[in-house]
């Protein structure tokens, strides 16, 4: 089976002020019902203008990490319920690989956004407490 991994390209006009927290999250679906769950977090800090970081997603069963639940949200996009997404420490059978999400984080606050999956995207928009739970599990 061939790995993946995420690659995230920072790039300012200046040197940043302070470091920035990259923050990365694996999402998986259930076939079964169509529940998302976040099943891996990463996290790396640069300082550097220009950089470029490599994120590996692990597979989606049989992790032994224990994760904070996020709270579900009544967000709404195209019609369709939204809700932040569980984390969980074990895949359920009939889960894959669903997406990712990288956050920016500078100064304590998301300064941006990125996801293959737009309503992945718009969750963590919406919801950055419920991210933030997940981050500070990690010891990374």
Known sequence: MQ???IRVDLKSF???QVPYDVQCFMVARSDLDGTKYIYEVHRK???AQFDTILFPAGPVTGTGKKW???PRSDLTTSGQPVS???IVSK???G???YGW???VVSNEMAVRHESNQPELKLAAEKTPAAFDLAVAAVKE
């Open 3 to 5: 790995s993946m991994s």
């Open 14 to 16: 200046t040197p940043p």
């Open 45 to 47: 800090s640069s300082a």
């Open 68 to 70: 904070v639940s996020i």
């Open 84 to 86: 932040a997404l569980p």
């Open 91 to 93: 895949g359920v059978k």
């Open 95 to 97: 889960t894959k690989y």
């Open 101 to 103: 999400i990288v956050r």
